[in-house]
């Protein structure tokens, strides 16, 4: 992660701390050097997200003070139910608001419960602790009232940052939930114009659509490729891929993609893969992984596996489902984003079976042998979602490994000897 001189009058200018801002991007690069530039046989691609990672707090957050500079305001948020079309088309920029990082978590702790989920410690930590500039660009803030975890939270988060917009959320799947969540879109849909002091118009929310569109396109069309055997891009490499998308400018990275992907469509034709042919191959399904969350696929493909795919917010359920741009006026624009969104299937939802059932199409489609089930601890709605999700498929004969962990090293050890008794199962 770049360091680099030049960028710490722009880091001061955004009132981070500069002491704990670069003991952070130190441990994190070294962290990325041992997980990621470690592995083998990588695509060429990747050299594109190795770089966008390197600047991930330097000239990416250039781009953003640059993009403020010329008028355009920036818009964090923290879940794939937060429309960036929206944002897009105000002229806005989205960024996904890092939470993966075991940081100032005894700060956090003065506001919140210990057994509070490490993704909502870490946000906390790392605005207390002044180290993250994507949260120090932001204009506005966007938080949904998803699990209780986060709404509680929310309610002191928001006296942490500028400006702060609440957005509710249903949690069933009914014609109520539906109307919730559009009523949600409008209400958002006028804060932004606030914030941006422009009207949303159905030709920039057409063209904004088409834009998110393409991305999860190009993302779908990568997950796909992972189907082959032997895999041609790790699970780990893919996973970053997605983190990525959460950063960094959306037409920028969907040509990335594309063209990594037109190079795994080369790799898949000659057979060549990240892994021997026959590998143990593994679907990771439940909670996100923010950047630099990597503790478990990196146990796993290290132990001889290969992830084929996530069943997650940053993977498969914040990238499928494409929104239909047809449509006159902004509401009826609106309308279909809320067909969209209202599909994403998070354990928020009670009940929740389209969850499990696409866990099945999944594992299908990309041929994986065994799921692991992947929750952070205190994570209630996941944790709950696990033990079904397991003795479901345990009881159709698919092997299911449930882990509960957090953002800490110290079960590394206990959890490499479970995956690895996992990965003996499937190769038995
Ligand atoms: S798991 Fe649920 S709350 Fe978390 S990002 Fe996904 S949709 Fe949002
Ligand atoms: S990981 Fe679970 S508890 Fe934590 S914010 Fe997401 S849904 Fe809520």
Not at 72 to 81: A, D, N, Q
Not at 262 to 284: F, N, Q, W
Not at 294 to 321: T, Y
Request: glycine share 8%.
């Amino acid at each position: 992660m770049s360091t680099n001189s030049d960028y710490h009058s722009m880091w001061a200018n955004l009132g981070l701390d500069l002491a704990k801002h670069d003991a952070l991007l130190g441990a994190l690069g070294q962290l990325y050097q041992q997980t990621f530039l470690a592995q083998r046989d990588r695509p060429a691609g990747m050299a594109y997200f190795d770089f966008v990672m390197s600047e991930v707090h330097g000239l990416r957050i250039k781009e953003l003070v640059d993009a403020r500079a010329a008028g355009r305001k920036v818009v964090g948020s923290f879940c794939v139910y937060v429309p960036e079309e929206l944002i897009l088309a105000l002229d806005g920029v989205s960024v996904g608001l890092c939470a993966g990082a075991e940081f100032g978590f005894d700060a956090a702790e003065q506001y919140l419960p210990r057994t509070t989920c490490a993704l909502i410690k870490s946000f906390f930590g790392f605005a207390l602790e002044k180290v993250c500039p994507y949260l120090a660009a932001c204009d506005l803030v966007v938080g949904e009232a998803t699990c209780d975890g986060k709404k509680k939270a929310y309610e002191t988060f928001a006296g942490l940052v500028g400006r702060f917009h609440a957005m509710d959320m249903p949690q069933h799947h009914s014609p109520e939930g539906r109307a919730l969540l559009k009523a949600e879109f409008l209400k958002l849909a006028g804060e932004l114009e606030e914030v941006t002091g422009r009207r949303l118009e159905p030709a920039r929310l057409r063209a904004a659509i088409a834009t998110v569109n393409a991305r999860r396109a190009a993302l779908a069309r990568l997950a796909r490729l992972r189907a082959a055997d032997p895999a041609p891009i790790s699970g780990l490499d893919a996973l970053l891929v997605n983190q990525v998308a959460f950063y960094d400018d959306p037409v920028r990275f969907t040509k990335a993609v594309t063209d990594m992907c037109d190079e795994l469509e080369r790799r898949v034709a000659s057979g060549e893969g990240v892994a021997p042919k026959g590998a143990p191959r593994i679907l990771l399904s439940g909670c996100p992984m923010a950047v630099p969350n990597w503790k478990v696929p990196a146990l796993v493909e290290q132990a001889g596996a290969v992830i084929v795919g996530e069943e997650s917010c940053v993977g498969e359920r914040g990238a499928r489902n494409l929104v239909d741009a047809t449509g006159e006026t902004v509401e009826e624009l609106i309308d279909r984003l809320v067909d969209r969104y209202f599909q994403i299937d998070c354990a928020i939802y009670t009940p929740n079976p389209e969850r499990l059932d696409h866990v099945r199409v999944m594992r299908h489609d990309l041929r994986a042998d065994g799921i692991i089930h992947y929750a952070l601890q205190f994570c209630t709605p996941y944790q709950m979602e696990a033990i079904g999700v397991e003795r479901q498929l345990e009881a159709e004969a698919v092997p299911v490994l449930r882990i509960e962990t957090d953002y800490g090293a110290e079960d590394a050890g206990q959890l490499r000897t479970r995956i690895e008794a996992f990965i003996e199962r499937l190769r038995g």
